[in-house]
């Protein structure tokens, strides 16, 4: 039984990578569009590039996805593990991380031009801790109203998640587990930051 029950969860962990690691920007745009999303403006294939290249619908569309590839593989290893042992919040915490990195690093890309991993992010600490997870998309949505700029949201939010999740959790691996994360959402995210503070970084509404 032991036996099985390892294999059962060590089979998620590498669904939680396989689910994380698929592009749903590119693939809806190859579906729905012509365009190659990482040939086109930012050349990622998150939602926001895909918004500005080929429209709000499938942009919203892609953001769902991505959210839904974190939560998924959460959901089913809160089901697996419980989160109230150590044991549980570090397999739980794993298979965000592995559901993060899928699509960081996507496998079906040969690991190459992944996402930043916000919108996966937040789909994996809505399911864990979904009221730090709130309270992460709050700071992005109030930074993005303020500065007009979804990467300023973006690195807000994932500096307020390891925060959020201590005051909630008072989890060392579930606030390990975001620290983690937010240090590797500000590594994919090192040219905005450069455009951020230069001011070349570009809105998200223009004006009229």
Not at 127 to 138: D, F, N, W, Y
Not at 141 to 169: D, E, Q
Request: charged share 10%.
């Amino acid at each position: 039984m032991e036996i099985s029950n390892a294999f059962k969860l060590t089979g998620l962990l590498i669904f939680s990578y396989l689910i994380g690691s698929i592009p749903w920007g590119l693939v809806l745009t190859r579906l729905f569009s012509s365009t190659d999303i990482r040939r086109q403006g930012s050349g990622n294939i998150g939602a926001t590039n895909v918004r500005r290249v080929a429209g709000q619908t499938l942009g919203i569309i892609t953001l769902i996805a991505d959210i839904l590839k974190g939560a998924l593989p959460v959901f089913f290893a809160q089901i697996s593990a419980s989160g109230h042992s150590f044991r549980g919040q570090i397999y739980i915490a794993t298979v965000a991380v592995c559901a993060f990195s899928g699509h960081l690093f996507p496998i079906y890309l040969k690991f190459k031009n992944g996402g930043k991993g916000v919108a996966t992010a937040a789909g994996c600490f809505l399911v864990l801790s979904p009221i730090a997870g709130l309270i992460a998309i709050l700071v992005f949505i109030m930074i993005i109203c303020w500065s007009n700029r979804a990467s300023a949201g973006s690195l807000a939010a994932s500096a307020a998640l390891p925060f959020a999740v201590w005051k909630v959790t008072y989890s060392q691996v579930f606030t390990g587990c975001a620290i983690l994360i937010t240090l590797l959402i500000y590594f994919r995210h090192i040219d905005n930051i450069r455009r951020l503070i230069s001011g070349a970084e570009p809105v998200i509404w223009k004006k009229k």
